[in-house]
């Protein structure tokens, strides 16, 4: 199991984080930043550089989810050119209708020694594609 990755601070100049194969419904989306500010805390923004220029709101999953499962299989690892290196967990937030939600079901996964990331589905476990996180 890996351990976590810390999110890059606000002072720190933003890197570009490759998703070679984008994220499902952006496939064409394969540079992002992403950008943490005291304001926003615990959430980020993941911005992609590519049109259609998509954001993202993320949190971390262990947030939520204390016991967050970060065990990734090989195959995974390999996509993100991982060893045993700290990664990056966040889950997608959205809002509709007034309600905050997170998905643990497909994390984004960021490998910050190559700035490479991807989106991997979790079906092996039974993490909610829309955890409540409340009302905004």
Do not use: K
């Not at 890197?15 to 926003?40: K, Q």
């Not at 709101?57 to 065990?71: C, F, K, N, S």
């Not at 690892?77 to 990056?88: C, S």
């Amino acid at each position: 199991m890996s351990q976590p990755a810390p999110a890059p601070s606000a002072a720190s100049e933003p890197l570009v984080v490759e998703f070679p194969s984008g994220i499902p419904g952006f496939e064409t989306c394969h540079r992002f930043v992403l950008v943490a500010s005291p304001e926003l805390a615990p959430l980020a923004c993941l911005r992609a550089l590519d049109p259609p220029e998509a954001s993202f709101l993320t949190v971390d999953p262990r947030l939520l989810e204390p016991g967050y499962d970060l065990t990734l299989r090989e195959f995974e690892r390999a996509r993100l050119g991982a060893a045993d290196e700290p990664l990056l967990w966040l889950a997608i937030v959205s809002i509709a209708d007034g309600e905050a939600t997170a998905n643990l079901r497909a994390p984004i996964v960021i490998n910050p020694r190559r700035m490479t990331g991807c989106q991997f589905i979790r079906d092996e476990v039974e993490y909610p594609v829309r955890y409540p996180l409340g009302r905004v």
